[in-house]
T-cell receptor, first 115, second 115 residues
Framework: DAGITQSPRHKVTETGTPVTLRCHQT?????MYWYRQDPGHGLRLIHY???????DKGEVSDGYSVSRSKTEDFLLTLESATSSQTSVYFC??????????????FGPGTRLTVT | AQTVTQSQPEMSVQEAETVTLSCTYD???????LFWYKQPPSRQMILVIR??????QNATENRFSVNFQKAAKSFSLKISDSQLGDAAMYFC????????????FGQGTRLTINP
């Protein structure tokens, strides 16, 4: 299994509070991703990173920010959590060779509930 | 932008029989990759099979095979000799060959195996 961990694994928070989810990898992969999973929508990309301090927005980035100060860590922050951000969040990593079918490896997921 | 559609929210099959999960996608690109991921109740995302669009031959992995119809933009997954352990959510995903290797997922199909 690829070395990807996510913390926390479960979190319940109140509307309006800030929340930070952490993704940590031991594979030294260049690309890191944050997805959210909701019923009826599959997984949707929030933000991704293609290197240290290099990030870009995905399909559903509103209300989220990210940071990557080290190769191994990719943080997802909800500045002011809302109930619509209740979801399961997945981190994924990938090798850097675009012209290949390298798979993305996924972390175990974080279940976030905003009350 | 690319889109992926799985039109079967739920499917069921008798143990040892064959089941086919459907997936269609929309893209203007000529080269890309397609994937099927399995998500059991543990929530872990597991790669089942991948297909390179430039390959005409359908991918096969043991009991799992795909029917890739490029002109029709169709990518179905066939599971032969279904086993109880195959019960899971199945997601079809698309990835461009260029850029940040972002995955675009379908909505998912929940597969139930009846003993």
């Amino acid at each position: 299994d690829a070395g990807i961990t996510q913390s926390p694994r479960h979190k319940v928070t109140e509307t309006g509070t800030p929340v930070t989810l952490r993704c940590h990898q031991t594979e030294n992969h260049r690309y890191m991703y944050w997805y959210r999973q909701d019923p009826g929508h599959g997984l949707r990309l929030i933000h991704y990173s293609y290197g240290v301090k290099d990030t870009d927005k995905g399909e559903v980035s509103d209300g989220y920010s990210v940071s990557r100060s080290k190769t191994e860590d990719f943080l997802l922050t909800l500045e002011s959590a809302t109930s619509s951000q209740t979801s399961v969040y997945f981190c994924a990593i990938s090798e850097s060779q675009a012209l290949s079918s390298y798979e993305q490896y996924f972390g175990p997921g974080t279940r976030l509930t905003v009350t | 932008a690319q889109t992926v559609t799985q039109s079967q929210p739920e499917m069921s099959v008798q143990e040892a029989e064959t089941v086919t999960l459907s997936c269609t996608y929309d893209t203007s690109e000529s080269d890309y990759y397609l994937f099927w991921y399995k998500q059991p109740p543990s929530r872990q995302m597991i790669l089942v099979i991948r297909q390179e669009a430039y390959k005409q031959q359908n991918a096969t992995e043991n009991r799992f095979s795909v029917n890739f119809q490029k002109a029709a933009k169709s990518f179905s997954l066939k599971i032969s000799d279904s086993q109880l352990g195959d019960a899971a959510m199945y997601f079809c995903a698309y990835r461009s060959i260029q850029g940040a290797q972002k995955l675009v997922f379908g909505q998912g199909t929940r597969l139930t195996i009846n003993p």
